[in-house]
C-alpha cells in the first residue's frame, strides 16, 4: 500500500472488561505492517499526576463525567492517529465508550442527564466533523462470571470493587450494539470470538480470525 495517501484497514477489538483484549492485540504483533494501538488506560491513571480511573471508581457520582470527557480525547487521539502500515488494530473506540460506558452510567443515575446530553452532543460533533473509521470489529465474547474472575486475579488496583453486576451490565450492552444492533450505530461488521477460553486454547481461537485481518495487509 502506498502509505500517504490510502486509509489502513481499521479493527477495533471490543469485549468486556478483562475479555483479553490487549493478549489478542499482543498476538498480532507478530505480524509486519500492522499498528498497534492498546488502550490508554495509563493516562487515565495518570493525569498530569491525577488518576482519573481510580477518581472515577471510587467516587462515580462526581467524577464519571470529567472521567468519559477524558476518555472521549484519548479515544479520538487514537482514532486519528497517522497510520504507516496498511492496518490498524484499535483497543476499543468511541463507540464502547458511547454506547457500553456511557450508556451504563446514565442507566444507573451516575450520569445526570444533562451529563449525558454533553457527552453525547460531544460524540455526534466528532462523528460527523471527524475522520473516524472502522472496517472491521473484533468482539471478544465472555461470560460476567469469567471476566469476573479474571478481574480479581489481574488485581488492578483500581478495579477491587468491581461488582459482578457491572460486568453483567455491561456485558448485556456488548451484545445489544454488537449483536442484537439495538443501538442505530454499528459501524463495521463483526466478528465473534470465544473469549472464555482460557490463554492456552484462546490462541487457536485468535488465529480464526488472523486471515480476515491480514488479508487486507497484502
Ligand atoms: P482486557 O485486555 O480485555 O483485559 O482489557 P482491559 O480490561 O484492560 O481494558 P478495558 O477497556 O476493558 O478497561 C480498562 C479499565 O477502564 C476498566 O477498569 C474499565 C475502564 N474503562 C474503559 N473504558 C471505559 C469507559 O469508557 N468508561 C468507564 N467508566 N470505564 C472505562
Known amino acids: 500500500m502506498n502509505s500517504e495517501n490510502r486509509k ?8 468486556n472488561i478483562g475479555s483479553g483484549k490487549t493478549t ?3 498476538h498480532f504483533r507478530q505480524f509486519e505492517d500492522i499498528t498497534l494501538l492498546t488502550e ?7 493525569l498530569r499526576g491525577w488518576n482519573l480511573l481510580d ?8 467524577w464519571a463525567m470529567t472521567f468519559q470527557s477524558y476518555v ?6 487514537m482514532h486519528l492517529r497517522p497510520t504507516p502500515t496498511p492496518v490498524k488494530l484499535m483497543e476499543r473506540s468511541i463507540f464502547s465508550a458511547r454506547y457500553c460506558f456511557v450508556e451504563n452510567m446514565l442507566r444507573n443515575g451516575i450520569l445526570h442527564e444533562a451529563e449525558f446530553a454533553v457527552l453525547d452532543e460531544w460524540f455526534r460533533f466528532i462523528q460527523q466533523h471527524m475522520s473516524i473509521d472502522a472496517d472491521l470489529i473484533v468482539y471478544l465474547k465472555t461470560s460476567p462470571s469469567v471476566v ?3 478481574i480479581r486475579k489481574r488485581a488492578r488496583s483500581e478495579e477491587q470493587c468491581v461488582p459482578l453486576k457491572y460486568l453483567e451490565d455491561l456485558h448485556q450492552l456488548h451484545e445489544d450494539w454488537l449483536v442484537n444492533r439495538a443501538f442505530a ?5 463483526v466478528v ?5 477460553l482460557d490463554l492456552s486454547q484462546i490462541t487457536d481461537e485468535y488465529k480464526k480470525s488472523e486471515h480476515q485481518i491480514l488479508r487486507k495487509a497484502v
Not at 72 to 77: F, G, H, K, Q, R
Not at 192 to 196: Q, V
Open 24 to 26: 489478542f492485540l499482543e
Open 72 to 77: 472521549s480525547l484519548t479515544m479520538v487521539d
Open 192 to 196: 465473534i470470538i470465544d473469549a472464555d
Open 40 to 46: 490508554p488506560v495509563e493516562q487515565w491513571r495518570n
Open 55 to 62: 477518581l472515577m471508581y471510587k467516587d462515580p457520582a462526581k
Open 148 to 150: 469476573h474472575e479474571r
Open 8 to 15: 489502513p484497514f481499521t479493527v477495533l477489538v471490543e469485549g
Open 185 to 189: 450505530e454499528c459501524p463495521a461488521p
